[in-house]
């Protein structure tokens, strides 16, 4: 990022944090992907929260941001496990914020199995979670009882640009890995879920004359995928025994162990987050031997049968930076309007969304930086 645009970014966050400024002090904790230009967000928040810690997500860090997070703030490691068993979840956020108001900031619902332990035995109050992904929103809605406020990003129109550039660039990088070893996406159909990544994915493939079978369990997104012209799979395991390329968008598990077999020979498969969310590859079956076969490419194989998979199973996008542009900026700025939400201290426990009037200011302080 050159100095100028760093410097304009500085300059938007600083308006927005003008504006959200918090009703009284909170802790927080953030989970994030690490990417090139976090480093100002992570300032951001540190302005409206006493930001106790970074979490990055492990497999998107990279290593200049983090180093210069960590002149701000440090970096803790995380993995799933240590929010899973909420005796460890509630040793980790004692030893950082024992006693305070605390604000949690998620990507993907990490904090969501530990939460209601947390509520009940944590030594200070937990003021909330805002939560950044689709797939993060359904693991806290899911919960028996919501413990307390959940804001979502999740479904937000300003998240809108992010999941439609997403979209894009997982295209992208999965065509990139395929022509590396002389395969092209022409010629090879694709499956592919309808929900906000996957109608992107979907489209931008249609686009540049792919034929696309949507397999959705949501009987309203196959409506919605038949309306647009596109295929629609009745048949799942017909499906994927046709498809070259397998592209899981659901945030929950897209293939399990049984599902490998019907893969079509040399099919290519590519998630849009990450392998423990959507591959259960601990059941694929011992038989299948996995030899990379070129960048960010491992080919699994036994008598009679042998597909791709493309970066270990993780989010393909992330091989070549996942970047959205200014875009992912709204949706940050609309992070930040949800920890003032909670810091009021005046929501009922459950799901809640940004006001529209807050997105509106949002969207015109960025046109404002960015529409240039």
């Given at each position: 990022?050159?100095t100028?645009e760093?410097?304009?970014?500085?300059?938007?966050f600083?308006?927005?944090?003008?504006?959200v400024?918090?009703a009284?002090?909170?802790a927080?904790?953030l989970?994030?992907?690490?990417?090139?230009?976090?480093p100002?967000?992570?300032?951001a928040?540190?302005?409206?929260?006493?930001?106790?810690?970074?979490?990055?997500?492990?497999?998107?860090i990279?290593?200049?941001a983090?180093?210069?997070?960590?002149?701000?703030?440090?970096?803790?490691?995380?993995?799933?496990?240590?929010?899973?068993?909420?005796?460890?979840?509630?040793?980790?956020?004692e030893?950082?914020?024992?006693?305070?108001?605390?604000?949690l900031l998620?990507?993907?619902?990490?904090?969501?199995?530990?939460?209601?332990?947390?509520?009940?035995?944590?030594?200070?109050?937990?003021?909330?979670?805002?939560?950044?992904t689709?797939?993060?929103?359904?693991?806290?809605?899911?919960?028996?009882?919501?413990?307390?406020?959940?804001?979502?990003?999740?479904?937000?129109?300003?998240?809108?640009?992010?999941?439609?550039?997403?979209?894009?660039?997982?295209v992208?990088?999965?065509?990139?890995?395929?022509?590396?070893?002389?395969?092209?996406?022409?010629?090879r159909?694709?499956?592919?879920?309808?929900g906000k990544?996957?109608?992107?994915?979907?489209?931008?493939?249609?686009?540049?004359?792919?034929?696309?079978?949507?397999?959705?369990?949501?009987?309203?997104?196959?409506a919605?995928?038949?309306?647009?012209?596109?295929?629609v799979?009745?048949?799942?395991?017909?499906a994927l025994?046709?498809?070259?390329?397998v592209?899981?968008?659901?945030?929950?598990?897209s293939?399990?162990g049984e599902?490998f077999?019907?893969?079509?020979?040399?099919?290519?498969?590519?998630?849009?987050?990450?392998?423990?969310?959507?591959?259960?590859?601990?059941?694929?079956?011992?038989v299948?031997?996995?030899?990379?076969?070129?960048?960010?490419?491992?080919?699994?194989?036994?008598?009679?049968?042998?597909?791709?998979?493309?970066?270990?199973?993780?989010?393909?996008?992330?091989?070549?930076?996942?970047?959205?542009?200014?875009f992912?900026?709204?949706v940050?700025?609309?992070?930040?309007?949800?920890?003032?939400?909670?810091?009021?201290?005046?929501?009922?426990?459950?799901?809640?969304?940004?006001?529209?009037?807050?997105r509106?200011?949002?969207a015109?302080?960025?046109?404002?930086?960015?529409?240039?």
């Amino acid at each position: 990022m050159e100095t100028f645009e760093r410097a304009r970014l500085d300059a938007f966050f600083g308006r927005i944090t003008a504006a959200v400024e918090s009703a009284g002090p909170v802790a927080s904790f953030l989970i994030t992907h690490l990417l090139p230009e976090r480093p100002a967000f992570v300032r951001a928040v540190s302005t409206v929260s006493d930001l106790k810690a970074v979490l990055p997500k492990p497999k998107s860090i990279d290593p200049v941001a983090r180093r210069e997070v960590e002149k701000v703030v440090s970096c803790d490691p995380l993995t799933r496990e240590m929010f899973t068993d909420p005796d460890t979840a509630l040793e980790y956020v004692e030893s950082r914020a024992a006693g305070q108001d605390l604000v949690l900031l998620d990507v993907g619902g990490y904090f969501a199995p530990s939460l209601e332990e947390l509520c009940a035995r944590f030594s200070g109050r937990v003021l909330g979670v805002v939560e950044d992904t689709e797939n993060g929103h359904k693991r806290y809605a899911e919960l028996d009882k919501v413990p307390c406020p959940v804001v979502s990003v999740a479904r937000s129109p300003l998240k809108d640009p992010e999941d439609f550039l997403v979209g894009q660039s997982v295209v992208f990088s999965a065509e990139a890995l395929m022509r590396g070893r002389g395969d092209i996406l022409h010629g090879r159909g694709a499956l592919v879920g309808f929900g906000k990544l996957g109608s992107s994915i979907a489209r931008l493939l249609h686009a540049k004359g792919v034929k696309v079978t949507v397999c959705d369990i949501d009987p309203v997104r196959q409506a919605q995928a038949l309306s647009q012209g596109f295929s629609v799979a009745r048949d799942r395991d017909a499906a994927l025994r046709e498809a070259g390329l397998v592209l899981c968008a659901t945030g929950a598990v897209s293939l399990r162990g049984e599902d490998f077999s019907s893969l079509r020979n040399g099919a290519y498969v590519a998630t849009v987050t990450s392998s423990e969310d959507e591959l259960d590859l601990a059941a694929l079956p011992e038989v299948y031997s996995r030899t990379p076969v070129g960048d960010h490419v491992t080919r699994y194989q036994t008598t009679g049968h042998y597909f791709y998979l493309l970066n270990d199973g993780n989010a393909v996008n992330f091989i070549h930076g996942a970047s959205v542009g200014p875009f992912i900026f709204l949706v940050q700025a609309e992070i930040l309007a949800g920890v003032r939400m909670l810091a009021r201290r005046d929501l009922e426990p459950g799901m809640h969304d940004v006001r529209r009037e807050d997105r509106a200011t949002i969207a015109a302080t960025w046109l404002n930086y960015f529409n240039r």
